[in-house]
């Protein structure tokens, strides 16, 4: 599958964005996938989850009422709905195909998009 990340930019913090990544291949709607990012110097991060369903969500504690992860299987788009943005979600984000093992760990995604930088001013 390949996957393309967008929506990524410049905002003020309090502000938002949303991203969203198009991916390929006629079986979208069976992945489960998620979102990560990247400081720079830092391991990249854990975001959020969404089944293939959609009826199942996860996120990690430090986005938890400003992230939404959604999905819509008709468009073979994945979104990332970022409300109340502060300087430190400031990263490159990527979104992936979940595989197998730990949810929030790297290596259990097989494919991955090539980023959208998100920059949040102070």
């Known amino acids: 599958v390949q996957l393309q990340a967008s929506g990524g930019g410049l905002v003020q913090a309090g502000g938002y964005l949303r991203l969203s990544c198009a991916a390929s291949?006629?079986?979208?709607?069976?992945?489960?996938l998620g979102w990560f990012r990247q400081a720079p110097g830092k391991e990249r991060e854990f975001v959020a989850i969404?089944?293939?369903?959609?009826?199942?969500?996860y996120y990690t504690d430090s986005v938890k009422g400003r992230f939404t992860i959604s999905r819509d299987n008709a468009k073979n788009t994945v979104y990332l709905q970022m409300d109340s943005l502060k300087p430190e979600d400031t990263a490159v984000y990527y979104c992936?195909?979940?595989?197998?093992?730990?949810?929030?760990?790297?290596?259990?995604?097989?494919?991955w998009g090539q980023g959208t930088q998100v920059t949040v001013s102070s």
């Open positions: 291949g006629r079986t979208f709607s069976s992945y489960t």
């Open positions: 969404i089944s293939w369903s959609a009826g199942s969500t």
């Open positions: 992936a195909r979940y595989s197998s093992g730990i949810l929030y760990y790297p290596t259990s995604f097989d494919s």
